[in-house]
């Protein structure tokens, strides 16, 4: 996969990568949301995002895209799937497929966890062994989600949280090849004015850092670790006590890469999301 394709599928990573400790369930219920990829404006994908909701239990699905149409990227795509219960402060998945396309290329991830472990990982092609990659321990498996049910973000009492409080977390994530955490803090509050159904209302903008832990090659991330341009922007969504990903931004060589919501539904009635 090019270079900005990586970017990019990395940079809806991140945006994901955000669930912290969550303090209780979730309201049940479904959410859902579209996200434009763009470089300086310029489009260069999309992603489908849908989730449901019931008691404890949760389903996630990603359906994303990259266009060569642009001339920036190839045509790529990423398809996600994962689910698992909330219990207590904790979420955790139970499995977590991620299948991607690139031209002639293809992979496939299909992780099992419990108990916020990893139990198994079954990934085609298998990574190859390169001298240079940190290893990876049994540790760095365990506490972690993976990187969609990071999408969940338990918020009671929403609608009168901070916004300090909304970005003050750091989030483990072990995709099936490396773990690495996502550190936010507080940057700002903005308001954002959306239209035919779009978001409108108050998002908490957090500053976040790429922290890589192991399985990782040093190289390959090294720009994106060192990286202090990135704000991850949270919408309340007081229906179902949710925080949720409205953007997700960072500076690349070629510009302003942003994975920016254009819709978000949530509840069978297909309320907008807004804050109380």
Not at 248 to 262: E, K, T, W
Request: aromatic share 6%; with cysteine.
């Amino acid at each position: 996969m090019p270079r900005l394709s990586r970017a990019a599928a990395l940079a809806v990573a991140v945006a994901f990568a955000t669930s912290g400790d969550p303090a209780h369930a979730v309201e049940a219920g479904s959410f859902s949301a579209s996200y434009g990829i763009t470089i300086s404006g310029i489009p260069i994908g999309g992603a489908e995002a849908n989730s449901h909701f019931d008691g404890r239990r949760y389903t996630l699905t990603i359906n994303g895209y990259t266009s060569g149409i642009s001339r920036l990227v190839s045509d790529a795509t990423a398809n996600l799937a994962s689910n698992g219960s909330i219990f207590g402060a904790r979420v955790l998945p139970s499995a977590y497929r991620l299948d991607t396309a690139d031209g002639g290329y293809s992979a496939t991830i299909d992780m099992r966890m419990s108990g916020g472990a990893v139990m198994s990982v079954r990934a085609a092609p298998e990574p190859r062994l390169e001298s240079d990659r940190v290893p990876l321990t049994g540790t760095d498996k365990q506490n972690v989600v993976d990187p969609l049910s990071a999408l969940i973000l338990p918020a009671p009492g929403v609608g009168k949280m901070t916004a300090e409080k909304a970005c003050d977390r750091t989030v483990h994530v072990f995709d099936g090849f490396q773990r690495f955490d996502v550190k936010l803090s507080f940057k700002k509050q903005r308001e954002v004015n959306g239209s035919e159904g779009s978001y409108s209302g108050p998002v908490y903008v957090c500053a976040a850092r790429f922290i890589p832990v192991a399985g990782h090659v040093p190289s390959r991330v090294k720009s994106l670790a060192n990286n202090k341009s990135i704000e991850i922007w949270l919408a309340p969504v007081a229906d179902m006590s949710l925080l949720v990903p409205y953007n997700i931004q960072l500076a690349i060589p070629l510009g302003i890469l942003s994975v920016r919501a254009n819709r978000l539904v949530v509840g069978a009635g297909g309320q907008r999301a807004a804050a109380e």
